[in-house]
């Protein structure tokens, strides 16, 4: 059995709604609504979902950039919630994340010495060493060692990325958040730094939480896929066994969403009924009942809990469909 590194119990993050003259608050938007997650050390857990199903929410929850509203963050059997100080301060050097804008997550001020020289200074580790340490952080991340004293606006975006992949390994994490890591760069750029990700995987034993709304680069580089709707996780699956053969009907639906490259090859594509409604104001019973073909009373009613499927294959639906999905492998 792996070793589990990052443990979410329960976790539910609510943004109030405030209206009138005194700010009173008149709701909450459920963006992350109960949600359970473990991720082993050493894997890469995808999530994947639509744009507003709460990927990004829980991600930043994870490594409290965003406080819980309520459940626990456990980290290598540690509470976070409980921490504080110096203690607090020691596990955010284990835990980094890579956003979705490098140009927008960039100082434009500073130069790429400066940019990877914060978090170390940051964190006391400002020495004698630290051009060869920058030095070294630009070779892990195939970047030339003459590129310190330039600015981001002076490289393209995919070199911008591998500078925040560079700025988040500066202090040896072992967990990283990729939100959205690759999904603003173009096709070629996208495989380079997924591969990049691999490699820096292999060499310093590195965890992910990679993000994204792209289901094949999410199955292509995770080792799990959990898949999210409305707050709420509704499958999760080896990356193989959820991609040949998803259960839920909303997994089904993005998965023929997925462009065949194979022109001459026609897949059926399923489109869903209806918008993905507010988090404002969620449906009753199972959260994706309106757009469901399969929907039945108890669904209406009652909110279904992830079940094991056999194979670790958990999944969120009082009736699961178990035909495999038809298609080839996903590539990049």
């Known amino acids: 059995m792996p070793e589990a590194l990052l443990q979410l119990e329960n976790i539910k993050k609510y943004f109030p709604i405030k209206k009138g003259l005194l700010r009173r608050t008149v709701g909450y938007v459920k963006a992350v609504d109960d949600v359970t997650l473990t991720v082993y050390k050493g894997e890469t857990l995808g999530v994947v979902g639509e744009s507003g199903s709460g990927k990004s929410t829980l991600g930043r929850t994870a490594i409290r950039l965003l ?112 939100d959205e890591a690759v999904s603003a760069l173009d096709v070629s750029t996208q495989s380079q730094v997924l591969n990049l990700l691999k490699e820096l995987q292999q060499k310093y034993g590195l965890t992910y939480l990679f993000i994204s709304h792209n289901i094949g680069v999410v199955n292509f580089i995770s080792h799990r896929v959990a898949v999210m709707y409305l707050g709420r996780i509704v499958e999760v699956a080896e990356a193989d066994e959820i991609y040949h053969n998803p259960l839920h009907p909303y997994t089904k639906a993005l998965f023929s969403a997925i462009p065949e490259p194979d022109p001459l090859l026609k897949k059926q594509r399923i489109i869903l009924p209806g918008d993905v409604p507010s988090p404002a104001n969620p449906p009753g019973g199972c959260g994706f009942h309106p757009r469901c073909d399969r929907c039945r009373d108890r669904c209406k009613r009652e909110s279904p809990c992830l079940e094991e499927q056999g194979n670790g294959h958990l999944v969120s639906c009082f009736y699961p469909e178990t035909t495999s999905h038809e298609g080839k492998d996903v590539t990049i």
């Open 67 to 178: 406080e819980a509203t309520g459940g626990k963050v456990l980290f290598d059997g540690e509470d976070l919630s409980r921490l504080t100080g110096e203690n607090r301060r020691s596990f955010k050097r284990d835990m980094q994340i890579i956003f979705q804008d490098p140009y927008g997550s960039l100082n434009p001020r500073f130069r790429v010495r400066e940019i990877l020289a914060e978090p170390l200074i940051a964190h006391g580790e400002a020495d004698g060493d630290m051009a060869g340490r920058i030095g070294a952080l630009l070779d892990d991340v195939g970047l030339s060692r003459d590129y310190v004293n330039r600015f981001p606006h002076e490289f393209s975006g995919g070199q911008r990325q591998r500078i925040s992949i560079a700025r988040a390994l500066a202090l040896r994490p072992r967990f990283i958040v990729c």
